[in-house]
C-alpha cells in the first residue's frame, strides 16, 4: 500500500559512486529527467569516498580511469591519488547537475517488485519511493569484510577496516598490527611503517607484486590535454590498448605470464635481500590466479627494522595481544584490518526481493547468474550496474566496463519505451546459456587454478570477472536483443515521461 510520502519516479538508482553518477549523467544526456539517485552516505564518490586511508592510489593509470565523456586533463599524477578521484566525481555531479536528482543521506532498506502495480517499491531511511525501473549500482567495493577472528571483539585498542579509517587515532609511535596483504595493504603498510614504533604485518597468502610505473604528470601535459582534447583521448586509448593485451597471458598466452611472473621475481629479489624473508613473500601459485598488485615501497617497507612479517595464522584476539598457531602473543595497541570487501555475497543482494518473493541472494545460493552480469530472472525492470556476475576485470580500467553497460540500459529503457512502456523481464534460456559459456570460458583459465580468491564464491566458482577482452563484452552489450526478454504490456497508464521543450 503506497502512501501519500512515496514519490515516484521512472528510474530508481541505487548509489553513487562511479556507476551510479554514470547512470545518472547518461539518462539525463539522453533526455530523461525523471530518475533519482538514492546514496546512503552524506557526499557522492562510491569507494573512493569511503576509502581515506593513507597511501590511497588508482591500480589502474588516471588516463582511462575516467568517463569517456568526461575527460579530466588535470591528475597530478600516472597513477591518481584517491583524494584526486573522489574530487573528480564531486565536479563531475556539478558539471551535469545531478544535484536535484540526488538523496543523500537514504540508506536502501529494502526493494521489492510490487507485480500488481508493476513497479519497485524501495524503502529507505527517508521514506518510500517507488519506480518503473531499478538500477542497482550499489558497488562492488562497498561492503568490507571483516575476519572472523576469536577474541577480536575483547581487544582494548582501536580496530578498523582499510575502508573505513580512523584519522581520529594517532598511529605515531604505536604497536600497530596490519592484517592482510592485499590491495589495500601494500598501500597502508609503507604510510604506517613510517609512524609505528613497532609495524607486524599478518599475512595469510603473498601476492605477486610488479613495479608501479608511476610518474607525475608535467604541467606541459596537462595544458596539452586541456587545450587538444584530442590528443588526451589518443593518449587514452593507446594506454587502453596497452592493458588489454595483459588479457593474453591469462588466457591464451602463458609465455607472456611466464614473464611477468620473471619480473615480479626480479622485483621482489631487488628489494628484499634476505633470502628467508624473500620465501615468504614468494606466492606458491600461479601468477594471475589472484589479483596481481603493484608496488614500490610495499618490500622496502617491510625490510625496515620496526617492521615485522608474520605468517603463521592468527588463533585468536586478546585484550592486548594478536595470538598466532604458533602460540606466540604479538602485543600491539592498534589493529587495522586489511581484509576486502564481500564482492560475490553483497549483502545488498538480501535487500532486493523479485516477484516471487525471494531476495536475489537467494535466486543466487546456487551461483550468482545475470545476462551480462545486468538482469536475471524473476527481477522484472532491474538492471545490475558492474555488480552482477562476469562483469569485473583482472586487467583494465572498470570505467570501461561500466559505460558498456549504461549504453545497454538506455537502449533497454528505449525499447520498453517502445513496447508501450512495457515490463521487460529477461529470459531463462539467455541467462542460462550466458551463464554456462562463462563456465566453459573460464574452465583452465589460471583464475580457476586452485588458489582462494574473491574472485571465487562460496561454491568455489568465479562469478567476479569477465573471461575476455573488456572490448568484446562492449561488442556484444553494444546492441539491446528484445527476444532475449519478456515484454508484459502495463495494466496501468505508463509513467508521463520528460520530453525536451520546443523553443517558440
Known amino acids: 500500500m503506497e502512501t501519500q510520502n512515496s514519490h515516484h519516479h521512472r528510474v530508481v538508482i541505487i548509489g553513487a559512486g562511479f556507476s551510479g553518477l554514470g547512470a545518472a549523467i547518461r539518462l539525463a544526456q539522453s533526455g530523461e529527467r525523471d530518475f533519482v539517485v538514492l546514496e546512503r ?27 569517456s565523456f568526461a575527460p579530466n586533463p588535470d591528475w597530478s599524477r600516472d597513477f591518481a591519488p584517491g583524494p584526486e578521484i573522489h574530487a573528480y566525481l564531486r565536479r563531475c555531479a556539478e558539471r551535469f547537475d545531478l544535484r536535484p536528482h540526488l538523496r543523500l543521506s537514504t540508506e536502501v532498506l529494502s526493494a521489492r517488485w ?62 600497530v598490527a596490519v592484517i592482510g596483504t592485499g590491495a589495500s595493504s601494500i598501500q597502508i603498510v609503507p604510510a604506517v611503517q613510517k609512524q609505528a ?12 607484486i610488479l613495479p608501479r610505473p608511476d610518474a ?39 609465455e607472456l605470464m611466464r614473464l611477468a611472473r620473471a619480473a615480479a621475481e626480479r622485483h621482489l ?46 588463533r585468536e584476539v586478546t585484550k592486548t595481544s594478536v595470538i598466532t598457531t604458533d602460540g606466540v602473543a604479538h602485543e600491539v595497541d592498534v589493529i587495522v584490518l586489511c581484509t576486502g570487501y564481500s564482492v560475490t555475497a553483497h549483502p545488498v543482494a538480501e535487500r532486493i526481493v523479485g516477484k516471487d518473493g525471494r531476495s536475489l541472494a537467494q ?86 587454478s586452485g588458489c582462494t580468491s574473491f574472485y571465487l564464491d562460496a561454491r568455489g566458482q568465479n562469478v567476479a570477472l569477465w573471461p575476455g577482452f573488456a572490448t568484446e563484452y562492449r561488442w556484444r552489450t553494444r546492441r539491446f536483443e528484445p527476444k532475449a526478454y519478456d515484454a508484459v504490456p502495463r495494466r496501468r497508464p505508463a509513467t508521463p515521461s520528460w520530453r525536451p521543450e520546443v523553443a517558440s
Open 216 to 254: 607525475p604528470v608535467s604541467r606541459l601535459t596537462q595544458t596539452l590535454y586541456r587545450r587538444l582534447p584530442l590528443l588526451q583521448r589518443a593518449a587514452r586509448a593507446w594506454r587502453f590498448g596497452l592493458l588489454e593485451t595483459r588479457v593474453l597471458g591469462i588466457l591464451t598466452r602463458p
Open 41 to 67: 552516505a552524506s557526499d557522492v564518490g562510491g569507494c573512493w569516498r569511503d576509502n581515506t586511508y593513507p597511501g590511497l592510489q588508482c591500480d589502474v593509470q588516471s588516463v582511462v580511469y575516467s568517463y
Open 114 to 175: 510490487d507485480d500488481e502495480r508493476q513497479r519497485w517499491r524501495v524503502e529507505t531511511s527517508q521514506g518510500t519511493f517507488t519506480s518503473d525501473v531499478l538500477l542497482s549500482a550499489h558497488g562492488a567495493l562497498s561492503a568490507p569484510a571483516r575476519p572472523k577472528l576469536q577474541g577480536l571483539e575483547s581487544f582494548a585498542g582501536p580496530v578498523f577496516h582499510s575502508a573505513e579509517w580512523r584519522h581520529d587515532v594517532s598511529l605515531q609511535g604505536k604497536r
Open 197 to 208: 614504533a613497532r609495524l607486524l604485518v599478518f599475512q595469510r597468502t603473498p601476492a605477486w
Open 363 to 448: 535466486h543466487w545460493s546456487q551461483g550468482a547468474r545475470a545476462l551480462f552480469g545486468m538482469t536475471t530472472p524473476g527481477f522484472p525492470n532491474l538492471y545490475l550496474l558492474l555488480t552482477g556476475p562476469h562483469t569485473g576485470l583482472g586487467h583494465n580500467s572498470i570505467v570501461y566496463m561500466i559505460e558498456a553497460q549504461l549504453e545497454y540500459v538506455l537502449q533497454g529503457l528505449r525499447a520498453s519505451r517502445a513496447l508501450g512502456d512495457a515490463v521487460l523481464e529477461v529470459k531463462e534460456p539467455a541467462v542460462e546459456g550466458f551463464t554456462q559459456e562463462m563456465r566453459r570460458r573460464l574452465e583452465g583459465t589460471v583464475w580457476s
Open 269 to 314: 629479489r631487488r628489494q628484499i635481500e634476505d633470502p628467508a624473508l624473500r620465501r615468504r613473500l614468494t606466492p606458491d601459485y600461479e601468477m594471475g590466479c589472484k589479483r596481481i598488485l603493484l608496488s614500490n615501497d610495499f618490500y622496502p617497507a617491510l625490510a625496515k627494522p620496526n617492521t615485522a612479517l608474520v605468517s603463521d595464522g592468527i
